[in-house]
């Protein structure tokens, strides 16, 4: 299970995604009359019932076909095995040369679509020694030669997750005035703690989840550029590079399978690593890739990023929003506090005469733990979290590049990645006209019903395997 | 001619209602802490000339209860139990009362201890983890690291004497030692010489030698070799490197589930599967870098199914506590061969 952040290995992933040890369908035996025969094994494994008159039968093998995995409640659907291959650089690889031959034939064929995270990049960049802007052209025009059709960045859609997030804290402030379980308001954003929030606290926890979608999810729900192109979600090929093996995780949940168009919101996630691997396989050095266009769709021509840090900044856009719509004031500089240990510090705004708000970034599992218990025991005194699965958040994802022999110290690799991070500029996405005019143009207005369907989610309490037979010792 | 040690049963001590796994000396040697399979907690104290059950602390947990320890202050005990929380009792008031239960392990929780330094725990799990906790001023306890280090099973965690370093084992057969650097605790050394499941360590006095046992029926001892040590031994970083230096075996029949190393006296006892006690001496002029263990006494049947736990008193140097799968609590008393 290596690259899974450290909540999901430990909540024993095998648990619920699985290749199951111990099969516990019953295989439906046809029983004939008469007194149980002799079985005879050939020397090609084949077996043969030899009656007690003597008659040989030959015995059919038992199988058990994957529908019956599917509709079996002691196994869990999809084998782990299965869902890794079906999201890798091989996967890609495969879908692109089939599309190329259909190109070929004048045959009809997928959009390829390549959503990358700035932190991907970011661990690109610092792998190849290329500042952000070359290496996503690098990266761009890399993926176009391969066939991809459109490379976009997953910072546009994060100006979604964030302006939601925002919204969304302050309803439930406006609403914890008369539901004390509507605050501490938790980060969406990563997978390695919904995932260990569901399998392992359930209801208790997530109602403070807060519903908005990720970044990468709400790039996958964005059908209004698959209108733009003349196209459906189902002629679409998504896929993402993402820093850690998590996003795998959450392309694949139910919530985010269109059932209209039968396709998933996001078809493929690799990581950062795993491009890596394709640009050793194509043996090249990003450095050597000649530049591509990049794709303006979405109105940047530059590539712009967000405060607040390498998760996404979820913290530092909701404290400054409530810092207006609640306390009324413009806040400066955040300060930042550190607690037990550098991946857990808190931030108070204050104004006077109004009530203080305080609000946390918890990174790592043993921070979420104690994030955790403490609401569990009513004794949170956090407004808001921004919890994250990764030790150092996002830009120290278990997908990014591995340092190879004699490369740097992981400290100076990771402090030249959330360098290349930092370095772009920034933008407000309360100030992105064409964010603005989406929300009129495809989402009908904020607050609407379609944003709802389309930047919200909802979670599920998983039930708890006690069944010895799933144990893995 | 040399008088032989001998092991002699002083009294047996019922109660428990199953198996019990384990039992633990207060560290001023006058109360005996017990736990197992009935999940109770049982307190024995001497009235007189006999022991007898002071407290029996029920209603902590919903399983198994395997490990018990006492704080360095002597007023708190913490239970770790397969229902997979480690119950903290405080008898601040006189009577125990379970102030706070720990949760975060995935699965059933083999081991607790606490640090000497006062503040820290250290839980292991079949969950494979091993979990440091911090004690705050207003007796929260929170989670200061998660350590995925084994591959399997963690059976036992135990700190070191005076440092705040821990040394853990498990099914994968290895030993670890960790301690904290800068913004995290990690494992810095892997001891590996057992062929099999090594289910408990324990430092002598000074926290430069440790004993371990194992399924594989036998007992290692380890040697600290520190920077610059004379032997020549190599060393990383400013930590000192452990080497195997004496494997006793062919003295136990079957799995060895404990040994204690009395701070006292220096000897080692063994809890072993084949029902049996048995007392290891150094010798006189064993070399620190070879040393030679000798088999000082030994009682056969101890009790009448596996020894689970064995403990030293802290203070009475001849006074000694075991437990078994046969639901008794033992006391013994040691005397020295001449």
């Known amino acids: 299970m290596a690259g899974f952040s450290s909540a999901l290995q430990l909540t024993d992933l095998n648990d619920f995604i699985t290749p199951s040890q111990e099969c516990i369908k019953p295989v439906k035996i046809d029983r004939t009359a008469g007194k149980v025969g002799k079985i005879r094994i050939e020397d090609d494994g084949t077996y043969y019932n030899v009656s007690d008159t003597g008659v040989e039968t030959k015995l059919q093998k038992a199988q058990i076909t994957l529908n019956d995995c599917l509709a079996c409640s002691g196994c869990i659907t999809s084998a782990e095995s299965v869902l890794i291959t079906q999201q890798s650089q091989d996967e890609l690889y495969r879908v692109l040369q089939e599309n190329m031959a259909h190109i070929a034939n004048n045959e009809s064929f997928k959009l390829v679509v390549v959503s990358v995270s700035p932190q991907a990049l970011a661990s690109l960049a610092a792998k190849y020694s290329l500042s952000m802007a070359d290496a996503n052209r690098k990266l761009v025009g890399f993926f176009k030669k391969l066939g991809v059709h459109h490379v976009f960045d997953t910072t546009f859609s994060r100006n979604f997750s964030l302006l939601e997030s925002c919204r969304e804290f302050v309803r439930r402030y406006k609403e914890s005035e008369v539901n004390k379980k509507v605050l501490p308001m938790l980060a969406s954003a990563c997978p390695g703690w919904i995932c260990y929030a569901e399998k392992t606290h359930g209801s208790y926890i997530l109602p403070y989840i807060s519903t908005v979608k990720s970044p990468q999810q709400i790039m996958g729900s964005l059908d209004y550029f698959a209108r733009c192109m003349g196209a459906t979600p189902d002629n679409i090929y998504h896929v993402t590079v993402m820093p850690c093996f998590d996003k795998k995780l959450e392309a694949s949940r139910s919530d985010f399978y269109n059932d209209v168009y039968s396709t998933r919101d996001v078809d493929c996630v690799i990581t950062s690593g795993e491009v890596d691997l394709m640009l050793a396989k194509e043996n090249i050095s990003l450095a050597d890739v000649e530049d591509g266009t990049l794709d303006t769709l979405f109105g940047a021509d530059a590539m712009v990023g967000h405060t607040g840090g390498g998760s996404g900044g979820y913290l530092e856009h909701i404290a400054r929003y409530a810092a207006g719509q609640i306390l009324g004031t413009e806040l400066q500089k955040l300060n930042f506090k550190s607690l037990r240990n550098q991946d857990f510090q808190e931030v108070t705004i204050e104004a006077d005469g109004k009530p203080t708000l305080k609000m946390a970034l918890a990174y790592g599992f043993r921070n979420i733990q104690n994030i955790v218990q403490k609401i569990k025991r009513n004794k949170c005194p956090y407004h808001f979290v921004e919890i994250m699965a990764c030790p150092s958040g996002c830009t120290n994802g278990g997908g990014q590049i591995r340092l190879a022999e004699g490369e740097s110290t992981l400290k100076d690799r990771l402090a030249d990645v959330t360098g290349l991070y930092n370095s772009v500029p920034v933008q407000s996405p309360w100030s992105v006209e064409s964010v603005t005019s989406l929300y009129e143009e495809w989402l009908g207005g904020v607050d609407s019903e379609k944003c709802r369907q389309m930047l919200h989610t909802q979670y599920h309490e998983v039930e708890k395997m006690t069944n010895a037979l799933t144990i893995k010792w | ?338």
Not at chain 2, 215 to 230: A, S
Request: charged residues 25%; negative net charge; aromatic residues 10%.
């Open chain 2, 1 to 338: 001619m040399i008088n032989m040690a001998t092991l002699s049963a002083l009294c047996t001590l019922e109660g428990h209602q199953d198996q019990v796994w384990c039992v633990a000396w207060n560290p001023a040697g006058t109360l005996l802490a017990s736990c197992g399979s009935d999940k109770t907690i049982r307190i024995w104290a001497e009235e007189g000339s006999q022991w007898v059950c002071k407290s029996v602390l029920t209603e902590g947990h919903q399983r198994t209860i395997r490990t018990v320890a006492w704080s360095p202050c002597g007023n708190y005990l913490a239970s770790a139990s397969f229902d997979a929380t480690i119950g903290i009792w405080s008898r601040k008031e006189g009577e125990f009362e379970c102030i706070a239960t720990l949760e975060g392990h995935e699965n059933e929780v083999k081991a607790v201890a606490w640090a000497s330094s006062g503040n820290l725990l250290a839980t292991c799990s079949r969950d494979k983890s091993v979990w440091i906790w911090e004690v705050t001023e207003d007796e929260e306890f929170e989670c200061a690291s998660v350590l995925s280090a084994h591959t399997q099973d963690v059976k036992s965690c135990t700190w070191h004497p005076n440092r705040d370093v821990l040394a853990s084992c498990s099914y994968d057969n290895t030993i670890k030692l960790f301690k904290e650097e800068i913004d995290d605790w990690s494992c810095y050394a892997t001891l590996e010489s057992h062929d099999s499941t090594v289910w408990k360590v324990c430092f002598d006095s000074e926290g430069h030698r440790l004993a371990s046992v194992s399924d594989d029926k036998t007992v290692k001892i380890w040697q600290e070799y520190l920077p610059g040590n004379q032997e020549g031994i190599p060393t990383v970083g400013n930590e000192g490197t452990w080497k195997c230096v004496c494997t006793l075996s062919g003295y136990h029949d079957r799995t060895i589930f404990d040994i204690d190393w009395s701070q006292v006296n220096g000897r080692l006892v063994t809890g072993c599967g084949d029902d049996g006690i048995r007392i290891f001496s150094e010798e006189v002029g064993s070399d620190k870098n070879a040393p030679s263990f000798s088999m000082s006494a030994s009682v056969r049947k101890a009790h009448e199914q596996d020894v689970n736990s064995v403990a030293w008193n802290p203070k009475v140097s001849s006074l000694l506590a075991s437990c078994s799968d046969d639901g008794l609590v033992k006391l013994w008393r040691f005397k020295d061969g001449e």
